[in-house]
């Protein structure tokens, strides 16, 4: 059986995917899971840099490791690795949808379709805004890991 694999993506790579690839590696490694965990972003901003350190910062406080976390852009074979797509907002989802093969279309969600409550809701892009931004996004990311813990603890 093979190894599971998780993308999660934003608009830059730079606040909610990273902080989502660092909470689910945690999350998974919690669980015992065996899981390939990486982010991008749809838009190549900040190619190589490391995650906007407010987003380090507040998850780092709820003890998540950004280590080894580099932004990247989506890459067409991207959807050919990973087995779930996961997308922060609409935007961001649209922009996986035009991109991917009409055969890799099934794994492109959002990433909230993964926690209870908050189905087809958005993770807000924290970026122009303070502290309290960037914990929601964690609360929010959070739930949805879990979600999809237990969805892949089912399969």
Same mark, same amino acid.
């Given at each position: ?8 993506? $934003?608009?830059?790579?730079? $606040? =909610?995917? #990273? ?5 689910? =590696?945690? +999350?998974?490694? !919690? ?6 965990? %990486? ?13 906007? +350190? =407010?987003? !380090? ?14 932004? =990247?852009?989506?890459?067409? *074979? %991207? ?7 996961? &997308?922060? %907002? ?10 991917? @093969? ?10 909230? *379709? ?6 087809? !809701?958005?993770? #807000?892009? @924290?970026?122009?805004?303070?502290? +309290? ?19 892949? !603890? &089912?399969?």
């Amino acid at each position: 059986m093979s190894v599971p694999s998780v993308l999660f993506v $934003c608009l830059g790579n730079i $606040c =909610r995917s #990273p902080t989502a690839e660092a909470v689910f =590696r945690h +999350k998974a490694a !919690q669980a015992g899971l065996d899981i390939n965990i %990486d982010s991008a972003g749809t838009h190549g901003y900040h190619i190589g840099k490391a995650p906007d +350190k =407010r987003s !380090q910062a507040a998850g780092v406080e709820r003890g998540y490791s950004f280590k080894g976390i580099a932004c =990247r852009k989506v890459a067409d *074979d %991207d959807f050919d690795k990973f087995d779930y797509i996961l &997308a922060m %907002d609409s935007s961001n989802l649209a922009n996986l949808l035009e991109k991917a @093969p009409d055969a890799q279309r099934h794994k492109v969600k959002l990433m909230l *379709d993964f926690a209870p409550g908050h189905e087809g !809701q958005e993770v #807000p892009d @924290p970026y122009y805004g303070g502290k +309290k931004g960037f914990e929601l996004v964690l609360d929010l990311i959070e739930s949805a890991s879990d979600g999809l813990i237990k969805q892949l !603890q &089912a399969s």
